[in-house]
């Protein structure tokens, strides 16, 4: 029970060291309409590393902000640094609905990355979760509990966020897989090794915060509802 009650501390503590921070907020993402998912998480003001939001304290623009950087040309410009494929710009990139390239759980994935980010973990869960990184099936039964109560009741936040699902992962993989193999989208390129970036891609769903296992995890058919 001692070392229950001082990780509860030290959640307690990196919540007043940011409330009290003039560089620093975190919001409940318990309204979001962007990553409904992950509503028992938080997302720090400083956690800009994909797009920016104004005001900073407002849900509602953190959602535009994240679905305006979704279709815009900052994200196809990331996908094409890797892929280059011409027919995509040419039909219009993410932002035009032509039935050739829905990337599956694509916003559930920076869903993921921006709550597990570094500034967010260390702003918003605290130095506990930065240095010890590890998932819930990791602690045991007793921890876990008085991580949920903590969250429910006093609004102290767990040590570490709740990862997206392995399968949702594999999805939003196997989906880029099926735009890059679209000879209308991506013509070949000799220059660009395709099935390369591919494979260290697909280590990015071994990472923590994409592999999580069911029933411990976020899916991205619960954060993306009636899109698939």
């Given at each position: ?6 990780r ?22 318990k ?5 409904p ?26 959602d ?10 900052a ?24 039935g ?7 916003r559930s994935?920076?869903?993921a990355d ?44 767990p ?41 260290s ?28």
């Open positions: 029970m001692h070392l229950l009650a001082s509860l501390l030290q959640a307690c503590v990196a919540l007043l060291a940011c409330a009290y921070s003039a560089h620093c907020a975190c919001i409940s993402l309204d979001s309409q962007g990553c998912g992950f509503a028992r998480e938080f997302i720090s003001t400083n956690a800009t590393s994909r797009f920016s939001w104004y005001p900073k304290d407002d849900i509602g623009a953190f535009k902000a994240l679905s305006d950087y979704v279709v815009g040309q994200n196809i410009d990331e996908f094409q640094s890797v892929f280059r494929c011409s027919g995509l710009d040419d039909l219009g990139g993410f932002s035009t609905d032509h050739k390239s829905v990337i599956r759980y694509h994935m920076i869903c921006l709550v597990f980010s570094e500034d967010n973990i260390r702003d918003c869960y605290g130095d506990n979760a930065a240095n010890h990184r590890r998932r819930d099936l990791d602690k045991s039964p007793e921890l876990q509990l008085a991580e949920v109560l903590a969250t429910s009741v006093v609004n102290v936040r040590t570490m966020p709740t990862p997206l699902c392995r399968s949702t992962c594999e999805s939003w993989l196997d989906s880029l897989h099926t735009i890059v193999n679209n000879s209308t989208l991506c013509q070949p390129d000799k220059g660009n090794n395709r099935e390369a970036s591919f494979d891609l697909r280590k990015k769903c071994d990472l923590n915060m994409y592999s999580g296992a069911p029933d411990h995890c976020v899916a991205g058919e619960t954060n993306e509802l009636k899109t698939c």
